[in-house]
């Protein structure tokens, strides 16, 4: 089976294969690094659903494969769920390296004068499966949690530092990337798409 990852971030193909493979798939994953001439898809949609299902659509029309796509952020309860799908540009538009930096900044700001008790969020991930006749596929992964003060961390990128998942006192970037895709938002809802497809085939 052949699958397309409709994603250009190579981190992202091995863990996909190794999710199927979990789910007693022998799948082929392909990035949109074997499809240069793919469209971009603007993320326009005002859910995580509705965005992966863009460019999970998008994908399966132009290269007639099985196409898997994911929109994922974090929902904060103190801001009413936001940043939610802006996310990844919470603080605007900046250059690869300085902008989970400036969204980091942001939301420590926000929240600056919020007592422990009111720092409660939640990471939340869709990821859908278009198939090239239309069927689709939707499985949805959220990951409880409260928001840490200042960073800590090394690992992980976007808000890890500063996510400390329920039951554990380290942040999302504290843990081992084992530790964090055994119970990560994407973990959850990849392994539910690739059970449902284990369903299909």
Same mark, same amino acid.
């Not at 052949?2 to 493979?21: F, Q, S, Y």
């Not at 999970?56 to 009413?80: K, N």
């Not at 499985?139 to 690992?155: D, I, K």
């Given at each position: 089976?052949?699958?397309?990852? +409709?994603?250009?971030? +190579?981190?992202?193909?091995?863990?996909?294969? *190794?999710?199927?493979?979990?789910?007693?798939?022998?799948?082929? #994953?392909?990035?949109?690094?074997?499809?240069?001439?793919?469209?971009? #898809?603007?993320?326009?949609?005002?859910?995580?659903?509705?965005?992966?299902?863009?460019?999970?659509? *998008?994908? +399966? +029309?132009?290269?007639?494969?099985?196409?898997?796509?994911?929109?994922?952020?974090?929902?904060?309860?103190?801001?009413?769920?936001?940043?939610? #799908?802006?996310? *990844?540009r919470w603080a605007g538009r900046f250059g690869e390296g300085d902008q989970d930096r400036a969204n980091l900044d942001l939301v420590l700001d926000q929240l600056a004068?919020?007592?422990?008790?009111?720092?409660?969020?939640? %990471?939340?991930?869709?990821?859908?499966?278009?198939?090239?006749?239309?069927?689709?596929?939707?499985?949805?992964?959220?990951?409880?949690?409260?928001?840490?003060?200042?960073?800590?961390?090394?690992?992980?990128?976007?808000?890890?530092?500063? %996510?400390?998942?329920?039951?554990?006192?380290?942040?999302?970037?504290?843990?081992?990337?084992?530790?964090k895709n055994a119970i990560s938002h994407r973990g959850i809802a990849f392994r539910q798409l690739a059970k449902d497809l284990a369903d299909m085939v």
């Amino acid at each position: 089976m052949k699958l397309v990852l +409709a994603t250009r971030n +190579a981190k992202k193909v091995p863990e996909m294969r *190794a999710i199927l493979a979990e789910a007693g798939l022998d799948a082929e #994953v392909l990035s949109l690094d074997a499809f240069p001439d793919a469209p971009e #898809v603007p993320e326009t949609e005002p859910s995580f659903i509705g965005n992966a299902l863009l460019k999970a659509r *998008a994908i +399966a +029309a132009h290269t007639g494969l099985p196409a898997v796509a994911d929109d994922s952020g974090l929902a904060v309860d103190e801001l009413r769920g936001m940043p939610g #799908v802006l996310s *990844a540009r919470w603080a605007g538009r900046f250059g690869e390296g300085d902008q989970d930096r400036a969204n980091l900044d942001l939301v420590l700001d926000q929240l600056a004068d919020t007592p422990a008790e009111r720092r409660g969020g939640e %990471f939340v991930c869709a990821a859908v499966l278009v198939m090239p006749d239309g069927t689709e596929v939707v499985a949805e992964g959220v990951l409880r949690g409260r928001l840490a003060r200042e960073r800590r961390g090394e690992h992980g990128f976007g808000y890890d530092p500063v %996510f400390i998942p329920e039951g554990e006192t380290r942040t999302t970037a504290e843990l081992t990337p084992e530790e964090k895709n055994a119970i990560s938002h994407r973990g959850i809802a990849f392994r539910q798409l690739a059970k449902d497809l284990a369903d299909m085939v």
